[in-house]
Nanobody, 115 residues
Framework: QVQLVESGGGLVQPGGSLRLSCAAA????????IAWHRQAPGKEREWVAS????????FYADSVKGRFTISRDNAKNMVYLQMNNLKPEDTAVYYC????????WGQGTQVTVSS
């Protein structure tokens, strides 16, 4: 069964950091395209960062560029989103996405940035 499971969310103060993790079950991230999206209350889901199937190029939304880093560890079959200098507007449910089997989403992990 193909499945993505996110973890690492939580409550953090403005300026703090979190690292989100996404584990694959039933398949290998290998050379698949990966991405992180987020959905804030009352808003549509938006793209945050992505890494294509091949190469190490990464892409970021302007709102997170310079603060967030997407990465993958194929040996551990994991995808990460390192988030630094977090702001209250980063508060959202964060979802991992992979292009496997026509596209799969994880269940999401809540990130709350508040003092």
């Amino acid at each position: 069964q193909v499945q993505l499971v996110e973890s690492g969310g939580g409550l953090v103060q403005p300026g703090g950091s979190l690292r989100l993790s996404c584990a694959a079950a039933g398949f290998s991230f290998g050379t698949l395209a990966i991405a992180w999206h987020r959905q804030a209350p009352g808003k549509e889901r938006e793209w945050v960062a992505s890494m294509p199937a091949t190469g190490r190029t990464t892409f970021y939304a302007d709102s997170v560029k310079g603060r967030f880093t997407i990465s993958r560890d194929n040996a551990k079959n994991m995808v990460y989103l390192q988030m630094n200098n977090l702001k209250p507007e980063d508060t959202a449910v964060y979802y991992c996405y992979c292009s496997v089997a026509g596209g799969r989403w994880g269940q999401g992990t809540q990130v709350t940035v508040s003092s």
